[in-house]
């Protein structure tokens, strides 16, 4: 999906300013955001979308975890947890069934430490099309909603660097299809990217998917 959150190579935002000793929170609000994102069960491929579904203009005037926090707002509403009477108090707050219990507190670091993974094994139907060394084109186009493809990348040439094995596909998995496929890492010359103005020699590696990618002759 194009939309405001895919920024890269558009110009006109300003330079991008980095604080000297920027602290990991700037308030304890964030590091509560950022851990009830790993305690919501159905967040995964989801969350992304829900970032992408925010408003623009809010959006644009949003920090990091403002957005965050509005992904999470908007699945709680969505998957009928949360009620805006109960998030205005207006209402009491309903027990949550035993399935969608919150992760206790000590338990949190460890499994954000323990991280997921999407990884499926191999199977019939699921072929590389390609191997490390390939010549590939992405797409122009892959899907109107949300896409791991970045806009600035779509249409141009890279080469496979590596196999990584089979994974389901963030896009898909996000509307329930749960379809694995192919993934790649794929390597991109920045002026393949970004034109002539791009330093000579730089390289960008993404990873994509199989019906991300083309074959070129």
Known sequence: MDGIHDLGGLQGFGPIRREPDEPVFHAPWEARVFALSFTLPYADDNFRPAVEAMDPAHYLRASYYEKWFEAELAL????????????????????LPVAAQPLAAAAVQAAILAGASNARPAGPGVAARFKA???????????ARHTRLPRYARGRLGTVESVQGV??????????????????????DSRELWGDEAPAGDLLSLDLWDSYLEPVA
């Open 76 to 95: 709680l509403r969505g998957n009928g947890t949360l009620t805006d009477d109960e998030l205005l108090g207006r209402t009491a707050p309903r027990p």
């Open 133 to 143: 060394g390939d010549r590939v084109m992405t797409r122009a186009h892959v899907t």
């Open 167 to 188: 994974f389901l596909v963030a896009d898909r998995n996000a509307e329930g299809d749960a379809t694995p496929e192919t993934l790649y890492t794929v390597v991109f």
